[in-house]
């Protein structure tokens, strides 16, 4: 998980009721919306097979541009940084289930909404008493929904909501009053900071909802980047949905690793510095397997004394659900050592004209690489080449002489390589500066190792694609792609100068110890002396990929200069966005996530805009949508709270069609 500084510095189920893939044309779809009106929940982060689509289609192509505010509810947790919080962002994607709407606040409360009114059920808080973030905003990106079988439902606590807190603690709540369930652990609560070594109060909790599957609730955790090399283990572990203990935990290290790291005793313990799981993990029951996205070993953008740490480093991992064993794992950057951790959920498909009709996996990366797997083996369903990239680095660095670089589709994040020529900004005399910017820097592509001169990092370790993740329309075979395009320098300071402090201070927030490492690290956007980013535009884009031959259906710029220029510098230039995209039956892609405040629909088969509202705040988040009710209407939600570039906020926004 990466800081909110660098943006700082910028601009200034999914339903229950899912359906067979390819069962239905989008017109079947429309019409069996219009005739049966079933109830269309939302019951899991990022939606059934985590595709972030609904087969609703009431709001479509044809009436999106009606859509109204239906409600709207604020919790009231904000926070500018000014107070005993940090800066808060509210990048939560709610559940509905049972006619009623769940979702946390960066605070740690829980909130329980009617679906169809927004009016308040129940509120719970956890009294959370780790407020101050460190280097990182405070967030809560879901809940987890667990339902009891049918003969269980009478009983307390039969549905339950389980969330991890700041505080490092997992909480399961009764979903229908909000009460701690007494038996989950101590009176609703385990510590997950149990035989975790090392943990400072910030550097170690869950800002993303653990995965459930069957009985147990799997999570991971943030761990901090670039602090130290002794920070907390990454280790996944999977509790008991009923009484909260540990059913089994897995280290992202290999065996070769833990056999040379052990200690006197011969006992192997979790290891210090390890891959973590920050981003949203997602799964296949059927298979009975769970598939965790895996960050790099700290520090992240030096590694020459892991040791083979990083074995399970910056891969999408298959676990057994039953016992944590590693059925397969595929990594998609070796030895990584620009902070490419994983961070987006692992999402699902099997269409008929891809990869044979094999049930793949579509693991989207910050290099805007997006690797196409077989779910079962974690084989590429296309070839991956191995290509030679740049070398050189530091003394001490052990760089991988190649990479693996998709096929199909081909890498999204354009152009591969930054040059004088291709040098932005808002004017001309901008982009001479950005020019003389470029020319202190190494710059020889995607994987320019790390330096003392400083090396530019394109993208930037905000992606590309980052936690929003990816949507998948299965009726027309497209995937849904948001992407920043920004660059950033990265500059390694030898250890006796990081430490007596003898290096320039041009980007405070930038700046990494790295203790226990030969170096210390700066990281800053490369910028116009106006502060527009200095790549090539759009510096926000969505795309729309056709599957089955792997080409680009279209691509357009996402997001203007609204708000982050003075006027009249407002340009459809694309902008940071983070958050991900819903698609729709509708043929729609709903998404948010840009920092000029709009909510914008898009016909998902031509990228034609057809609908944009302004948001009380920046929609960082991945909109959701649901029919509580049978014969109810169908309502898009988005989060609209802030992140980075942007002012705090506290609003959960409900969308609909006119009642009438």
């Not at 990454?234 to 070769?256: D, I, M, Q």
């Not at 200690?263 to 298979?287: C, K």
């Amino acid at each position: 998980m990466k800081p909110a500084a660098l943006l700082l510095t910028l601009l200034s189920s999914s339903l229950l009721a899912g359906c067979e893939t390819g069962a239905e044309t989008p017109a079947a779809a429309a019409q069996a919306n219009k005739t049966e009106k079933a109830v269309a929940e939302w019951t899991m982060y990022g939606g059934q097979d985590a595709s972030r689509f609904s087969p609703l289609a009431d709001i479509n192509v044809s009436n999106v541009k009606q859509l109204e505010v239906a409600w709207e509810h604020r919790s009231g947790d904000i926070s500018d940084g000014t107070g005993e919080w940090g800066f808060s962002s509210l990048q939560v994607t709610p559940l509905v289930s049972d006619g009623r709407l769940y979702y946390c606040t960066p605070f740690g409360r829980v909130f329980a909404l009617d679906a169809e009114s927004g009016r308040e059920l129940w509120q719970f808080d956890p009294q959370v008493k780790n407020k101050k973030s460190g280097i990182y905003p405070a967030v809560c990106r879901g809940v987890a929904l667990w339902q009891a079988p049918e003969g269980e439902r009478d009983k307390p606590c039969a549905t339950r909501i389980i969330y991890g807190t700041r505080d490092a603690e997992l909480i399961a709540l009764d979903a229908q009053d909000g009460q701690a369930c007494a038996d989950f652990g101590h009176q609703g609560r385990i510590s997950l900071k149990e035989e975790i070594a090392g943990a400072k109060p910030w550097e170690y909790y869950p800002t993303s909802p653990p995965y459930i599957q069957g009985d147990i609730a799997v999570i991971g955790a943030l761990v901090p980047d670039n602090e130290r090399v002794d920070v907390p283990s990454g280790v996944v572990r999977a509790f008991n949905v009923r009484s909260g203990k540990l059913v089994w935990a897995w280290e992202p290290v290999s065996e070769e690793y833990r056999q040379r790291h052990q200690d006197a005793r011969g006992q192997t313990q979790y290891h210090l510095g390890s891959p973590n799981v920050w981003a949203p993990i997602s799964g296949d029951p059927e298979r009975g397997l769970v598939y965790v996205p895996t960050g790099n070993p700290s520090p992240d953008l030096y590694g020459g004394d892991r040791d083979g740490i990083d074995y399970y480093g910056s891969s999408t991992v298959a676990l057994d659900a039953a016992s944590g064993q590693v059925r397969w794992h595929f990594q998609t950057v070796h030895h990584d050592v620009w902070d490419y951790d994983v961070a987006s959920q692992p999402t699902l498909f099997q269409l008929p004209e891809v990869g044979g009709g094999r049930p793949g996996l579509a693991q989207a990366t910050k290099m805007g690489h997006i690797f196409l797997l077989d779910r079962e083996t974690g084989e590429p369903l296309y070839p991956v080449e191995e290509r030679p990239v740049p070398q050189g680095g530091v003394a001490g660095e052990h760089l991988s002489p190649t990479q693996p670089f998709p096929t199909h589709p081909a890498p999204l994040h354009l152009p591969e390589q930054l040059t004088a020529d291709n040098m932005d900004g808002f004017v001309w005399f901008d982009r001479k500066s950005c020019q003389r910017e470029l020319a202190k820097y190494r710059s020889d592509g995607m994987f320019t190792p790390p330096s003392l001169q400083g090396s530019v990092l394109y993208p930037s370790t905000t992606g590309g694609i980052n936690w929003g993740g990816v949507s998948i329309d299965p009726y027309n075979g497209l995937m849904l792609v948001n992407q920043m395009h920004l660059a950033s320098v990265v500059q390694l300071i030898p250890r006796d100068q990081y430490d007596a402090g003898n290096y320039s201070i041009d980007y405070p927030l930038e700046y990494y110890p790295m203790e226990g490492s030969p170096y210390g690290a700066k990281r800053f956007p490369l910028l116009s002396s106006l502060g527009a980013p200095c790549n090539p535009r759009p510096w926000g884009s969505l795309t729309a990929v056709d599957l089955a031959s792997g080409e680009v259906v279209w691509r357009k710029p996402l997001g203007t200069t609204r708000g982050q220029a003075p006027w009249p510098l407002w340009f459809n230039t694309g902008s940071p966005n983070t958050g991900g995209p819903l698609t729709t039956a509708g043929q729609l892609t709903f998404i948010g996530a840009t920092s000029d405040g709009y909510f914008r629909a898009f016909d998902s088969r031509s990228g034609e805009l057809l609908w944009r509202t302004v948001l009380p705040y920046t929609g960082n988040s991945t909109p959701l949508s649901y029919r509580a009710r049978k014969n109810g209407r169908q309502f898009v939600v988005i989060a609209a709270g802030g992140h980075g570039w942007s002012a705090p906020g506290d609003a959960i926004v409900a969308f609909a069609l006119p009642e009438d």
